[in-house]
């Protein structure tokens, strides 16, 4: 029961969806849910790449994919796409670490915000709309599973690094700064059943999982080394962008790689 209470704290933490009363919230639950991260990936990619399929039955790739990431955005409520914006300037505008950690706090979006969001989420959608043109059960597969590997990086990195951020505004916006490393292998291995199934089921896309699970981990190593030399750690602002571009560089993985399997 308490592990059931711990995912549906974590949903509650990073979704919009609402969840039982029974569950309840106790502040150490929140240290204790991110082992299960990934499996909110799960239930946001899961509703996403359900409006894609359903949208698709009635629209063009391009509209459905507008729809699918506009439900993905409202379900998260923008909250990783603001983390992204705000390490976009701290890190673009900061030359020290003090500068881009004060930055980051600004609610405020700059111009490396504006542009890190139009990039990405500009590139997101071409990569989506690219497959659900050629190959929609694709498009669905990969839609969730990078929801799911995505939401695990921001776990190795809390495993890896120290937290960079002040305290005391840690305290006043709640967040998870720690996971043991039983929690860390549970993480990673809901994406590595999630990889499986969908090997299992789609056996033509083994090579395609295998690439994007190599390039959603190069991401992952990538925004660890940038954190660790430009901040010494990380913040919940980092753990945000860490996702967003997990998430699109196996979304493009599974792209380009569709190419030559």
């Not at 020290?96 to 959608?125: C, H, Q, W």
């Not at 990538?222 to 996702?243: F, P, S």
Request: aromatic fraction near 10%; glycine fraction near 12%; charge should be neutral.
């Amino acid at each position: 029961m308490h592990q059931i209470r711990l995912f549906f704290t974590a949903l509650q933490f990073f979704t919009r969806l609402p969840v039982p009363r029974w569950v309840g919230y106790e502040p150490q639950w929140l240290q204790q849910c991110a082992r299960y991260f990934p499996l909110v990936g799960l239930v946001v990619g899961g509703l996403s790449a359900a409006v894609l399929w359903a949208a698709l039955q009635a629209f063009p790739a391009t509209v459905a994919v507008g729809l699918s990431m506009a439900a993905s955005i409202w379900i998260t409520g923008g909250f990783h796409e603001d983390g992204l914006a705000d390490s976009a300037d701290g890190l673009g505008g900061g030359l020290t670490r003090e500068k881009a950690l004060l930055i980051m706090k600004d609610s405020r979006i700059g111009s490396y915000g504006a542009l890190a969001l139009i990039l990405v989420l500009g590139l997101k959608a071409c990569t989506l709309v690219s497959l659900a043109d050629t190959d929609p059960q694709l498009a669905l597969l990969a839609l969730v599973w990078s929801h799911m590997a995505s939401r695990a990086a921001p776990v190795w990195l809390m495993q890896s690094l120290p937290y960079a951020g002040d305290a005391e505004h840690a305290k006043a916006k709640p967040l998870a700064t720690q996971i043991s490393g039983p929690g860390l292998l549970l993480a990673l291995g809901w994406v590595l059943g999630a990889a499986l199934l969908g090997g299992w089921l789609m056996p033509e896309n083994v090579p395609l999982l295998i690439g994007a699970a190599i390039v959603a981990a190069g991401l992952t190593f990538y925004m660890q080394a940038l954190l660790e030399r430009r901040l010494g750690g990380y913040t919940g602002d980092n753990l945000g962008a860490t996702q967003q571009v997990v998430e699109l560089g196996a979304l493009l993985a599974f792209l380009g790689l569709a190419a030559f399997f």
